[in-house]
């Protein structure tokens, strides 16, 4: 009975701590760049227009990315009626459901407790905690593979279970329509089907049984019920943007971008250091685990073999291209705390595990302490650089810095009352770290993060009854516009959205520009334009009636400053 209800107290220990690290903070922020203000942007056209096949980003199709999380989002808000939590609620789902999928699978796998080091092992990985708190494709990509990997393995590995292989094939394809590299979970099969022929013990495909084709025709239907109606109604239609937007997002951002990538270029090795560093503290027990995978390999043990195969394909795979972002890797993050969770009672024991963690603990505490010092005393340049680029407020300047400070003394705390229990130490350390950061943190940084202080104030300058264009806007202006907002464009060159715009202004005598300073031209009064407000390391400027030269025609300079800052943005 103690046993039992042990393993309830650890379980109801680990659920209460997941979901308050992972959902601290939701409903007190809005959209931050780089991608959350575009998916929300997108999400509510959605809701507004009444169009869910065909996304839209301002007048423009958005063709980036498939649909799956913008309607997960809008159909969020359609239940909670509030944008806050709906465009959160998608990442913190698919975080504790990846969680779930691996305590459960090592649970069976090996025992119940292995479970729990597993998703221990995950909740704190740096990259899986810091990315399940943002509102972007990858948490629910990485949940969608690694339920397709829970289902696949449940079959390979403890069945024949045909529902689980359906099921992990019918998420692959969920994952696809979600981001193209969810097919991606399928690799799951090839080590099986190697260790298969090769003899190893527990590992059956059951090709020949009928049922085994169930799996393909699940992935099928799953991608079938985006790809078969969004076809359809795109070449029924006839009109060419649809046309544009099909090509676009089935072959040029999917193998066009895998095999000629255009951003982001990175060498071959660049995944190893994301492993090495955004994986914390669970890679650091690599150094000991390697030689332990390769032990239990040698003994055929096929539960560490196709995890760790399906990583090492995974790796690479996005290594081959020249184009690699440092999210790319995360979905094989869960297979790896699930290979390594057996090893973790062990590899705790080891004599250099307590001073490394401690060393980490104790590194991350002096860190925020003289953090925090250093805000309060105005010692460096941090505070200068947070108030002009960053457009943060003084007061939330010094409030960060009581923050920094808590959480430091947080850590401290920590590592004073468990200072015999190790893990227990960093884990709460770095559960102080998360829940501040989203309960306080949040709110100090929002209004400069999210666009709003600026939109916020442009609206007041200009006065509720004016109207407001945006030239080379980003997602987040027209997200947090107080009204109706008139666009030119987002793709389109800016010299020639000022040039619409200018036009656009001169038809009315209450119509105002807000303008990225980097799209400026000679031909805005410059005594005239107002300085609205700095978001996300832009300036921005209010252009009132009245205050243009014309014709506004870009120098070569002006040009060239503005294609190289929207080819930032474009990276963004």
């Not at 027990?285 to 390769?294: G, K, M």
Request: hydrophobic share 50%.
């Amino acid at each position: 009975m103690a046993i039992r209800d042990l393993r309830k107290h650890d379980y109801w220990l680990f659920w209460t701590l997941a979901v308050l690290v992972l959902g601290a903070g939701l409903g007190l922020r809005d959209p931050w760049p780089a991608d959350e203000p575009r998916f929300a942007l997108v999400a509510r056209q959605m809701v507004e227009s009444g169009n869910w096949l065909f996304p839209h980003r301002g007048t423009e199709l958005y063709s980036d990315k498939p649909p799956m999380l913008m309607w997960l989002q809008a159909a969020f808000y359609t239940v909670t009626g509030n944008w806050r939590v709906a465009f959160l609620l998608p990442s913190l789902l698919a975080a504790l459901g990846t969680l779930w999928c691996v305590q459960d699978l090592a649970g069976r796998l090996w025992t119940r407790r292995v479970g729990l080091y597993a998703s221990w092992a995950l909740l704190f990985a740096f990259q899986f905690t810091w990315q399940s708190k943002k509102a972007q494709i990858d948490p629910l990509v990485t949940f969608f593979i690694t339920l397709a990997n829970y289902g696949l393995l449940r079959h390979l590995l403890l069945g024949p279970s045909w529902r689980w292989w359906t099921l992990g094939w019918a998420a692959a394809g969920l994952g696809t329509i979600t981001k193209g590299v969810g097919a991606l979970a399928l690799l799951m099969v090839l080590p099986a089907a190697i260790a298969s022929l090769r003899g190893w013990p527990r590992v059956r495909l059951h090709v020949r049984d009928w049922r085994f084709w169930l799996g393909p025709l699940a992935f099928l239907a799953a991608v079938g019920a985006w790809l078969v109606p969004v076809v359809a109604v795109a070449l029924s239609q006839g009109l060419p943007e649809y046309r544009e937007y099909l090509d676009d997002i089935l072959f040029r951002q999917t193998a066009k971008r895998y095999s000629q990538s255009w951003d982001h270029h990175q060498p071959p090795w660049y995944h190893l250091g994301v492993m090495a560093t955004m994986w914390i503290p669970p890679v650091l027990a690599l150094p000991w685990a390697i030689p332990a995978w390769r032990r239990r390999l040698r003994r055929l043990d096929p539960r560490y073999l196709l995890p760790l195969a399906w990583w090492l394909l995974i790796v690479v795979f996005f290594s081959i291209p020249d184009g690699k972002r440092d999210v790319y890797v995360m979905p094989a993050l869960p297979m790896m705390c699930l290979a390594l969770a057996p090893l973790l009672p062990g590899l705790l024991r080891r004599r250099l595990a307590r001073p490394l963690l401690l060393g980490l603990a104790a590194v991350l505490v002096l860190v925020f302490l003289a953090g925090g010092a250093s805000l309060l005393s105005g010692a460096g340049s941090l505070d200068e650089r947070l108030s002009e680029q960053r457009g943060l407020d003084p007061h939330a300047v010094v409030a960060g810095g009581w923050m920094l400070l808590a959480i430091g003394a947080w850590g401290l705390a920590c590592l004073l009352v468990f200072r015999h229990r190790v893990a227990a130490a960093l884990f709460g350390t770095l559960a102080g770290v998360w829940t501040l950061y989203g309960l306080v943190g949040y709110p100090l940084l929002n209004d400069a993060s999210s666009a709003r202080g600026v939109m916020r104030e442009a609206g007041r300058r200009i006065g509720p009854d004016a109207e407001l264009g945006l030239v080379a806007w980003k997602e987040q202006n027209l997200l947090m516009a107080d009204r109706p907002a008139t666009t030119f464009g987002f793709r389109r060159r800016w010299e020639d959205q000022l040039q619409l715009a200018v036009a656009w202004q001169a038809q009315a005598t209450d119509r105002w520009l807000l303008v990225q300073e980097a799209a400026l031209e000679r031909c805005l009064q410059p005594d005239r334009i107002e300085l609205a407000g700095i978001s996300n390391r832009r300036r921005w400027w209010l252009v009132p009636p009245g205050a243009v030269d014309e014709p506004c025609e870009a120098t070569e300079e002006e040009r060239a400053r503005a294609a190289a800052e929207q080819g930032r943005d474009r990276d963004d």
